[in-house]
């Protein structure tokens, strides 16, 4: 089976980093999505790795471990704007085209 | 904005009433996606087209019908719903489906209430 875990909820302060986890169990491996999705809105592509390592992209950060079946979102110099909730997923590794499966979402709140 | 539209974005249905969900993008792309965003769980893919064929029934029951005329038109069409189909239906397009690793772009969702 194939199952994906990460904390339900966080919260930071403004300006500081958070950093949210995110573990994988899948029969292969095709790669990580992280989605933001602000409340009453759309997931929004934040970043894809496929490869260990860290991707930088601004203030957001994604890392992936495969050996380990573990990636983290870092968000740093947090704005109010990034309460959000931030959402993993990976391929259906030998499902059909375009299955992504989901993990419930981390839901980050940032206080002043 | 990220290219996909949705309508209606509210709709409250008794469980006998039929309506239907539409999506459009307008992101030339050839794949398109229907989930369901449920209160404390995971996003769940319901249906799959791709080049307008459908490619992917994950298991929905049949009081959900999708519908895919063109590439860029999504319609899902609903009739003798239960109170548990109150959910967020979201609409994602991707610039085609043969590849899982397709970067998805989602609508703003229809917030779905049955009575």
């Known amino acids: 089976g194939q199952n994906i875990d990460q904390p339900t909820e966080m919260t930071a302060t403004e300006g500081a980093i958070v950093q949210i986890n995110c573990t994988y169990q899948?029969?292969?491996?095709?790669?990580l999505f992280w989605y933001q999705q602000h409340a009453g809105e759309a997931p929004t592509f934040l970043s894809y790795?496929?490869?260990?390592g860290l991707e930088e992209k601004g203030r957001f950060s994604s890392f992936l471990s495969r050996s380990k079946g573990y990636s983290y979102l870092l968000l740093k110099e947090l704005q109010m704007k990034d309460s959000a909730s931030y959402l993993c997923?990976?391929?259906?590794?030998?499902?059909?085209?375009?299955?992504?499966?989901f993990g419930k979402g981390t839901k980050l709140s940032v206080k002043p | 904005e990220t290219g996909v539209t949705q309508t209606p974005r509210h709709l409250v249905m008794g469980m006998t009433n039929k309506k239907s969900l539409k999506c459009e993008q307008h992101?030339?792309?050839?794949?398109m996606y229907w989930y369901k965003q449920s209160a404390k769980k995971p996003l769940e893919l319901m249906f799959v087209?791709?080049?307008?064929?459908?490619?992917e029934n994950n298991s929905v029951p049949s009081r959900f019908s999708p519908e895919c005329p063109n590439s860029s038109h999504l319609f899902l069409h609903l009739h003798t719903l239960q109170p548990e189909d109150s959910a967020l239906y979201l609409c994602?397009?991707?610039?085609?489906?043969?590849?899982?690793?397709?970067?998805?772009?989602f609508g703003p969702g229809t917030r779905l209430t049955v009575l």
């Open positions: 790795n496929v490869l260990d």
């Open positions: 087209y791709n080049f307008k064929e459908q490619t």
């Open positions: 997923a990976v391929p259906n590794y030998g499902g059909s085209q375009g299955n992504l499966i």
């Open positions: 994602a397009s991707s610039q085609d489906g043969r590849g899982s690793t397709d970067t998805q772009y």
């Open positions: 899948t029969s292969g491996f095709n790669g």
């Open positions: 992101l030339g792309h050839n794949a």
